[in-house]
């Protein structure tokens, strides 16, 4: 879904008259200008790369979950059909008509087409929706903005450590372990010695 509400629906999963969708993805990830948005970029990123076999971490995206974690900490829900029905009433229909063709862990592979395409067609508006809402109040908070960056590009880092793993220095980690371990220590005597008592760690 673009900015004006132009919608296409694209399925990868080889059901229905799907040629072309690969291609489509494809066209989206190979402009480094278009600015990629999604609710849990993190999750969409991951499974994207993994399709495609590639690096995307270089591409702009925006993640409106992210964006309602940093502007409603507290709210119950960040889920994107609720966000969407609680700020515009948007009508969840399309994931109660869904449910019935999903009961016992089937997958989205056995949800009739025409009713999956208009599952994802008003998720991408949803995304959408949530962007153009979100957003403008992101951008005209510069601490805000600058949190929400440095979360973005973090977003991007995770995905590559929980794909490869991080490499550790043993060495150095006994070192700080130890240290971490004596700092400690001195911290609980000179606690006693102000408060008088002994005091047990957990």
């Known amino acids: ?15 229905g008259c799907c040629t072309g969708s690969a291609q489509k993805l494809k066209e989206i990830w190979s402009n480094q200008q278009l600015v990629k948005v999604s609710h ?28 309602s974690h940093l502007l409603q900490n507290n709210h119950p829900s960040h889920a994107l059909k609720q966000l969407c029905y609680e700020l515009e009433g948007y009508s969840r229909n399309d994931e109660y008509a869904i449910k019935q063709y999903t009961k016992g862990g089937k997958g989205y592979d ?27 109040k992101i951008k ?8 929400y960056n440095i ?24 070192k700080l372990i130890s240290k971490l371990t004596s700092d400690c220590e001195t911290a609980l005597k000179e606690y006693q010695q102000i408060i008088g008592s002994p005091v047990t760690p957990f």
Request: glycine letters at 6%; hydrophobic letters at 35%; proline letters at 4%.
């Open 1 to 15: 879904c673009d900015e004006n509400g132009r919608v296409g629906v694209y399925r990868l999963d080889g059901i």
């Open 40 to 67: 849990n970029s993190k999750f969409d990123l991951s499974k994207t790369e993994k399709y495609m076999d590639k690096d995307l971490k270089h591409h702009p995206i925006h993640d409106t979950m992210l964006m």
């Open 110 to 136: 056995t949800v009739p087409r025409k009713v999956m395409d208009e599952y994802q067609k008003h998720d991408a508006i949803r995304g959408m929706m949530l962007y153009q809402f979100f957003w403008p």
């Open 140 to 147: 005209e908070s510069k601490p805000l903005l600058e949190t």
């Open 151 to 174: 979360e973005i590009e973090l977003e991007k880092i995770i995905i590559h450590v929980e794909n490869r793993g991080v490499m550790l220095h043993k060495e150095g980690c006994k």
